[in-house]
């Protein structure tokens, strides 16, 4: 990183100093690997998928894995300037001097923030530029399970829950490196065999065994030599079992979230039909109220938080949830820790949990209705009714919270005018409520509304539908701030054009890696930052894919065409995707199979007699 | 004594090395989790979002160092000063690391209170470069101790000099050192950055100085 006096000239010096607490620092490992998070440090700080897999490849005592950051853009230049490479937080070691740099793949938009990381740290951008000496550069995460954008630049892309793989992988490497000798003597042979060895590993796809062949307007990968014909997704089955961090490194200066966080359950059966993790994430997986006391205890004890957030896609599904919150808060009792549910339902139980917890009101209380009527709400197979959104609500301003959050998205399959002017009437119903439930308060409610554009995404029942059109969103977004003119009402509309970039990436074959690489080319850099992103460079850098960028997440896709991303198994069918999406268009919904009966998506092909979470017994 | 008074910890801290970049909010969460982490017993406010009870001296500003900072903590029960270094000992890096704790009753005045002066050592370099005499000489204008024949100066550069008891600087081969005596109280607090704008208007010429190095070495009431 940088000298002393030149972190004197950067904005937040302290984020790159290294040294916090629980940071493992290891100079004489064996194996180095790098866990780059292509945003800044205090949105990767965050992550908790980063900290399960720097603590479950650190308890090895032969590797070290070094976090690094995206460096905030005058930190960036003053490295250029003084021609030092990106390097690791916890040595200092350049990342061109690893033996594996690995990537999380959050969000679309980091994507050039990927590239430039390689370059300022001394690897060659392309895979196939790569000499054998160069690291290995991995992958995971959602964005992963359509590798194919990032097919250029990626030696291997993990897919799945990372624990075990990545055990998997560390046993692969040394085996290889036992074999062949040190990575900085290898040579593209050596290179090559490694490669070959690690991408044997279940949910490991190695980009360069595939060929991509054009059909129906689309680069479909297909296996050559040392190719599968499917990726399989990794499954942790027992969370119990698996290895969790209740000693993340703390880090010093203040993070987006900024607390301890404790994986309560991973997945959800729920079936939202535009939701990535809903699909990705199957069976659900809990974990037992006496563990997650203890990881608490343990949580507090090596951070010295004051605030422990409980973490799932959904917390309030956990079967012993009540048993959770006070298993937890019994653990940390009288060390003025307070709790976070973070993920809640659109239902008075929701509402019930966050008061018991006296979860901070001044946040608010968040609701995701998703659509504003209920027609809709069943083609996007959300299962919340009207009658649940008005009662939650009002379940909150009873409950002392003077402040909503409404979660909205417009653009969705099927979508008509109707839909629209139905979020506006909820907002005023919920505002309506609020009043009534306020009395004397209700000068002070607040409701604030997000609205988001639809992003179809792969390996969901809406990966067929076409993103809307831009002028489609800004007439719905005018019609809704006409039709909204409460003063107690905040309307917030996500950036359109960066939902038109996230789609044309996240639909995207091979194509579209050469723009992810013009771009990147032309400046962009932190594109996940409003203040640098440029649709503009965007445009130009598409051109080199032959398309639009609403070609790309525009197009309606046919059912039956094959899909650059169809080599990744994520557990859940395509038959049953389709089925999902053919139930979308007739307005019919799909129960929670946890709750209902197994709708056969495929997941209990890895998990015989699968019943929608795991474990399945029930709650004491 | 009265068994109702409350004890308070009055422990001194280092800011110093690379956590020098740390700001005052950084090192507020740092100690307050290092407390906790150590099981410190610090008593908490009431009320529906509960805090530990502390505070802290003026703030530090990001890249500057101290040798003794202050930190009182209102204790729920009457803890050793000497089990609380020692758990602190563990639970914070060297470079902010717990120099030494008393332990006193809080009906006593705050040991915060009252503080009016800082004795800092700033490590300054000009552009373009000067000869170090010149800063000497232009330093040794400021202050209430400054004698006659200082030329006054208008506006904010005046209204510093009110704010420094005692500035002095000496050269270090290359380098100048400015030992100054500034405020840290809320009426007659100066940043380091304000002290070298000061400087800069004494030298009477297009100079701009920035410090390399500042540490607050201690207090003075
Ligand atoms: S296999 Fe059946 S029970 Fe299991 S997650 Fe899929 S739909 Fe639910």
Request: aromatic share 6%.
């Amino acid at each position: 990183m940088l000298p002393g006096d030149l972190l004197l000239r950067v904005e937040t010096p302290a984020r790159y100093v290294n040294g916090e607490i629980n940071a493992a620092v290891k100079p004489h490992a064996r194996v180095r690997i790098a866990f780059c998070y292509p945003d800044v440090y205090q949105v990767g700080m965050d992550h908790l998928g980063t900290l399960i897999l720097y603590h479950v490849a650190n308890s090895h005592e032969e590797v070290a894995v070094e976090r690094c950051f995206a460096p905030w853009p005058d930190c960036a230049q003053q490295l250029r300037h003084l021609g030092l490479p990106l390097s690791t937080l916890e040595t200092g070691t350049p990342l061109r001097d690893c033996d594996i740099v690995g990537f999380t793949l959050q969000y679309e938009l980091t994507y050039p923030t990927l590239l430039a990381m390689l370059h300022m740290g001394g690897i060659p951008v392309r895979a196939a530029e790569r000499r054998g000496s160069d690291p290995i550069v991995i992958a995971g995460g959602p964005g992963a399970t359509n590798p194919e954008p990032l097919a250029p630049f990626i030696d291997l892309f993990c897919i799945g829950d990372g624990e075990e793989l990545l055990e998997e992988l560390l046993a692969r490497y040394e085996a290889v490196t036992d074999d062949l000798g040190p990575r900085a003597r290898w040579g593209l042979d050596e290179r090559q065999q490694a490669l070959a060895a690690l991408a044997e590993i279940e949910g490991v796809y190695w980009p360069a065994a595939y060929e991509v062949h054009e059909i129906a307007g689309q680069l479909i990968p297909q296996p050559g030599r040392g190719g599968k014909e499917k990726i399989v997704a990794r499954l942790v089955r027992d969370l119990d079992a698996a290895p969790f961090p209740t000693s993340p490194p703390v880090p010093w200066v203040e993070t987006v979230h900024d607390r301890g966080q404790l994986e309560i359950a991973r997945g959800c059966t729920r079936g939202c039909r535009f939701c990535h993790a809903g699909m990705f994430y199957r069976p659900v997986r809990e974990r037992s109220p006496e563990i997650l006391a203890r990881q608490a205890a343990e949580l507090v004890d090596n951070t010295g938080y004051d605030e422990l957030s409980l973490v799932a896609l959904n917390c309030p599904d956990h079967r012993c949830i009540e048993e959770v919150i006070e298993a937890v808060q019994g653990a940390v009792a009288g060390r003025g820790v307070s709790l976070g549910l973070p993920s809640l339902r659109v239902d008075t139980f929701s509402v019930d949990l966050a008061r018991k917890i006296a979860q901070v009101r001044k946040g608010g209380m968040t609701f995701a209705p998703e659509a504003g009527t209920q027609r809709l709400r069943d083609v996007i197979n959300k299962n919340v009714t009207e009658e649940d959104l008005l009662t939650a609500a009002q379940a909150a301003f009873e409950a002392g919270w003077l402040t909503v959050k409404l979660y909205f998205m417009i653009g969705l399959p099927t979508e008509t005018a109707e839909d629209v002017a139905g979020i506006a009437d909820l907002i005023a119903q919920v505002a309506a409520t609020g009043r009534r439930a306020l009395g004397r308060k209700a000068g002070r409610l607040q409701i604030n509304v997000s609205i988001a554009a639809f992003n179809p995404k792969p390996h969901t029942p809406f990966q067929w539908c076409g993103q809307a059109p831009w002028e489609y969103l800004e007439r719905a977004r005018k019609r809704l701030q006409m039709a909204v003119r409460d003063r107690a009402v905040r309307l917030s509309f996500h950036d359109f054009d960066q939902s038109l970039v996230e789609a044309a990436i996240s639909r995207g074959d091979r194509r579209v890696g050469e723009a992810i690489e013009a771009a990147w080319r032309a400046g962009a850099y932190l594109d996940a930052w409003s203040e640098f992103f440029d649709v503009g460079r965007w445009r130009q850098a598409m051109e080199r894919t032959g398309r639009a960028p609403e070609e790309w997440a525009g197009r309606e896709i046919a059912l039956d065409a094959p899909l650059p991303w169809d080599v990744i198994d994520t557990g859940v069918t395509k038959e049953f995707l389709a089925g999902e999406y053919e139930k979308a268009m007739k307005g019919q919904a799909t129960p929670d199979c946890r709750e209902w009966e197994c709708h056969s998506c495929g997941a209990s092909r890895r998990v015989p007699g699968c019943r929608g979470v795991i474990p399945d017994a029930q709650c004491r | 004594m009265n068994e109702a008074v409350r004890w308070r910890a009055v422990i001194t801290y280092r800011k110093t090395g690379r956590l020098r970049y740390l700001s005052h909010l950084d090192v507020t969460r740092a100690m307050e989790r290092a407390l906790r982490r150590a099981a410190v017993r610090v008593a908490y406010t009431q009320g529906y979002n509960q805090r530990m009870r502390l505070s802290f001296g003026p703030p530090l500003p990001v890249g500057a160092e101290g040798l003794r900072e202050l930190c009182v903590a209102v204790l729920e029960e009457r803890t050793a000063a000497a089990e609380i270094v020692e758990r602190l000992r563990h639970q914070l890096p060297q470079e902010l690391g717990c120099v030494e704790t008393t332990v006193e009753p809080d009906d006593r005045q705050s040991p915060l209170k009252h503080l009016r002066w800082a004795n800092w050592r700033i490590v300054v370099v000009s552009d373009p470069p000067v000869p170090p005499e010149q800063i000497c000489g232009a330093v040794g204008l400021l202050g209430r101790q400054a004698t006659g024949g200082t030329p006054r100066l208008e506006g904010e550069e005046n209204d510093a000099s009110n704010r420094i008891l005692r500035a002095e600087a000496v050269v270090n081969g290359e380098e100048v050192e400015i030992l100054a005596t500034i405020g840290v109280a809320e009426d007659n607090y100066l940043s380091p950055d304000k002290l070298l704008r000061a400087v800069e208007a004494r030298l009477q010429r297009p100079i701009a100085l920035r410090w390399t190095r500042a540490v607050r070495v201690g207090f003075e009431r």
